[in-house]
């Protein structure tokens, strides 16, 4: 179950993303915003962030006019790896090295088919472990205050 958001400069992106998912079956939850009038990124790079973090979802989809925004708030949650992309390669990797949960994008910064692909493969890469597993360990550290 993936958990989608954006902000109102990300909504159109989130609406051709939602459309993707929908034609390609994947089940989702909508976190918002639902149209264009004005809102506050943090807002929903939360209510996602957190709705991932709870494990309640598996992945998280936000979107911004940037991307980097909504990635910065997802980001201050707990347990949050959320990656801010706007090429295929970024996409994979930080499924595969970072075990990312979250991909953020730009609606300024990517059209919607490249916006889709991303999705695909950040969806469909899975995380390769070993050596990437300790760093990801280290992340809980920095969460925790704990030296490094
Ligand atoms: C909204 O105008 C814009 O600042 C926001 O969507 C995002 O790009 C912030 O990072």
Do not use: Q
């Amino acid at each position: 179950m993936i958990a989608l958001g954006s902000d109102h400069a990300g909504f159109p992106l989130k609406e051709e993303i939602r459309a993707w998912l929908d034609e390609n079956g994947y089940e989702y939850k909508d976190f918002g915003v639902y149209n264009t009038d004005r809102a506050d990124y943090p807002v929903y790079g939360a209510r996602v962030a957190r709705a991932v973090a709870s494990g309640e979802y598996e992945k998280g989809i936000l979107c911004c006019g940037t991307g980097i925004g909504i990635s910065i708030a997802a980001n201050k949650v707990d347990g949050i790896r959320a990656a801010c992309c706007s090429d295929y390669f970024s996409a994979k990797y930080t499924r595969a090295h970072n075990d990312a949960n979250i991909l953020c994008m730009g609606a300024r910064v990517i059209g919607g088919g490249a916006a889709c692909e991303l999705v695909n493969v950040f969806l469909n890469t899975g995380f390769e472990g070993g050596r990437h597993a300790d760093r990801i360990a280290l992340f809980k550290k920095i969460e925790n205050g704990e030296e490094l």
